[in-house]
């Protein structure tokens, strides 16, 4: 996650974080660290919280540039709140990362922001889906973006598996988010977790020092 910069010195954008969602039986973890930067160089906050609730049950991630991920999860709570209230009922999941999409795309141009969007709802349950930068949308059953992707991917391949319980996929969700913090130099500070069912959501924070450790620095 990157904020906007001036200077001359900073070019493009970075997409320093880490995020990610995974299915569970009868839910959705998702979750993100909690690091901004400028340039992916200077660590400009360490208590970021890039997991956003768009709506009662659905909420998303993002990475990349801070100020256009913020507008564009601000004109989705606007437009998923409307929605709901002409249908009268709950939206879809489908719907918010519909509209995400739809944003991503008509403004494909301007925009350096990429989300994660899960959530629970009546009709399909949990769900994850993908808006990449450029508008494209891809559903999954678990998922993970940003810098710190890069060095989990193994992880995630290797001990993601359907049908796990709520207990196993947050553990799962935690040791992938520490695993990248501990080895990308542009994600950090603690993990935002929510985790998401028919019965409600429940949100989960875990400090910097209680994130599980993997070597014997």
């Known amino acids: 996650m990157e904020r906007r910069c001036t200077g001359s010195e900073v070019k493009g954008v970075s997409t320093g ?13 998702i979750g993100s660290d909690s690091r901004a930067s400028i340039g992916g160089e200077y660590v400009s906050s360490k208590t970021i919280n890039k997991v956003i609730q768009v709506h009662d049950r659905i909420f998303c991630c993002m990475s990349g540039s801070l100020a256009d991920a913020q507008a564009v999860t601000k004109a989705a709570k606007f437009q998923l709140s409307f929605h709901s209230v002409q249908m009268e009922r709950p939206p879809l999941v489908i719907a918010a990362a519909t509209i995400m999409k739809e944003l991503c795309y008509k403004n494909k141009e301007d925009l350096q922001a990429g989300f994660i969007t899960a959530g629970w709802d009546h009709r399909h349950g949990p769900q994850v889906y993908v808006v990449s930068l450029g508008g494209m949308l891809v559903s999954q059953p678990v998922t993970i973006g940003g810098s710190g992707s890069t060095y989990i991917y ?8 359907p049908n796990m319980s709520r207990e196993e996929c947050l553990q799962f969700a935690t040791n992938a988010l520490a695993l990248a913090m501990g080895r990308d130099n542009v994600s950090g500070g603690v993990a935002h977790l929510a985790v998401i069912s028919e ?5 989960v924070v875990v400090p910097g020092n209680k994130l599980p450790r993997f070597n014997h620095e």
């Open 17 to 29: 974080t880490t995020i990610l969602a995974a299915i569970y039986d009868g839910g959705v973890v």
């Open 154 to 161: 193994g992880y995630v391949d290797a001990k993601y598996k």
């Open 199 to 203: 019965t409600g959501v429940e949100h």
